[in-house]
């Protein structure tokens, strides 16, 4: 189960928080738009969490992880959102979009 304080630390100003309850919480990043929906189902252990993403409100959810808490699915997801980051500027991984399209192939 998510505490109040916990609910309450969500970076407002990194994410849009579309839905949050003890159990439930659904967000978007403001960095890249994806969609982050993370479940508390209090099994094994209280604290643990799924953590599902898609990368388009239309588009449906796939297992991203789990974590041990709440914090630590955040760090998983800003992880995420730097590594997106990085491969649409062309960065850490050398511009693969554009590599590909030189192949002909679509992304």
């Known amino acids: 189960m998510f505490s109040t304080e916990e609910l309450e630390s969500l970076d407002r100003s990194y994410f849009s928080v579309i839905c949050a309850d ?3 919480i659904t967000i978007m990043s403001k960095n890249t738009g994806h969609v982050w929906y993370i479940h508390n189902p209090e099994y094994p252990e209280p604290g643990n969490c799924i953590i599902f993403h898609k990368h388009r409100a239309s588009h449906p959810y796939h297992r991203h992880g789990r974590a041990g808490s709440l914090r630590q699915a955040v ?3 800003q992880g995420h959102d730097r590594y997106q980051i990085e491969v649409r500027e062309g960065g850490a991984c050398g511009g693969r979009k554009e590599a590909s399209r ?3 192939k679509a992304r």
Request: charged share 20%.
């Open 22 to 24: 003890a159990y439930d």
């Open 75 to 77: 760090k998983s997801i």
């Open 102 to 104: 030189a192949n002909g």
